[in-house]
């Protein structure tokens, strides 16, 4: 079956509603004489809202509907009728959304938790009706005042998505599987690069019923930073990630060095944001059941100077302490 399609930039042109205009007219009763001024106040208009809502998780359709609009504020009445004021218009994003300004210079909020909300664009306000005016000395007034012209904003939206743990490698490293094999998440695996295109979240649940995230991005290669294979448009979902899992293919079935590919990707974390290597990070050798990978694994801890888990994703073994060792580090960081 075709996946859908996951989308972590929009454009949103969003336009909050008029407010209502005020209403001058008077009094016309039979036996109320000199009735005096009735106008009311009009309605205000509709605000265009972002609410976080968990159960979202792209912008693919923002994408395909960018002009999202509030409603208008009614006009004003006699009898000091007030006019309705214009609905509001809730637009759902994904928690991790960031909202910029038009030309991407300023951030003007993190959209992060559930429910949080988050006014993208203020209705006017509702004019005056004629009973504003009247005094001992204006008694007839005809002023009224029209409502204001609601707000409208180019909005420039980002996706990072948000996980405890986000897993990066290079293409083929096995990070699908073992978010497969410790999570109920069910990324696409085969047999050729990219088979990930997009971010994947998982949920992964510890033996004492609490639970924790983790985040799979597309594979980089050596380069990413010029753009090459998928480039590094997907790191920004490891931005929040309080661990980074380094999944490393230890049996070398690409035919590259296992420590090379260690050196490949942190030079890419590196060029890609330098406090990504600041993180704490957990270094897995996936692909253990291969004959290959346990000489290559002695090799890798000489010349990295690093003890990496070692685990199959296949066979599942090292899970259970991958799984131990993983929640053990996120809750350290929180």
Not at 181 to 207: E, K, N, Q, W
Request: charged content about 25%; overall charge positive.
């Amino acid at each position: 079956m075709k996946s859908r399609r996951f989308v972590d930039e929009a454009v949103l042109y969003v336009a909050a509603g008029n407010g209502g205009n005020g209403c001058a007219s008077f009094r016309r009763e039979k036996y109320v004489p000199r009735g005096g001024p009735d106008g009311g106040d009009g309605g205000r208009g509709g605000h265009v809202l972002l609410r976080v809502d968990p159960n979202t998780d792209s912008l693919l359709a923002l994408y395909y509907s960018p002009h999202q609009r509030a409603e208008h504020g009614g006009n004003g009445a006699g009898q000091k009728r007030h006019g309705r004021d214009g609905r509001d218009r809730i637009v759902l994003v994904p928690p991790g959304t960031e909202v910029w300004d038009e030309t991407r210079t300023q951030q003007l909020a993190d959209l992060v938790h559930e429910g949080q909300e988050w006014i993208a664009a203020r209705g006017g306000r509702g004019g005056l009706g004629n009973v504003h005016w009247k005094s001992p000395t204006h008694r007839a007034p005809r002023e009224q005042t029209d409502g204001d012209p609601g707000e409208q904003k180019t909005l420039r939206l980002e996706l990072k998505l948000v996980a405890d743990a986000g897993f990066v490698g290079l293409p083929n490293a096995g990070k699908s599987s073992l978010v497969r094999a410790i999570s109920h998440a069910h990324p696409r695996v085969a047999a050729y690069p990219f088979t990930t295109l997009h971010p994947i979240i998982g949920t992964v649940m510890c033996d004492d019923f609490h639970s924790f995230t983790v985040a799979d991005i597309p594979g980089l290669v050596r380069g990413a930073h010029e753009g090459i294979g998928l480039g590094h448009r997907f790191l920004r979902h490891v931005e929040r990630s309080a661990v980074l899992v380094l999944v490393m293919d230890m049996a070398g079935t690409e035919g590259r060095h296992p420590s090379d590919d260690y050196e490949a990707l942190l030079n890419e974390l590196r060029l890609y944001r330098q406090d990504l290597l600041q993180r704490p990070r957990l270094v897995v050798a996936n692909k253990m059941d291969l004959q290959e990978a346990t000489g290559f694994l002695a090799e890798f801890k000489q010349r990295t100077g690093t003890e990496p888990l070692p685990v199959s994703a296949v066979t599942g073994q090292g899970i259970p302490e991958f799984k131990r060792r993983l929640r053990q580090m996120i809750r350290r960081e929180y």
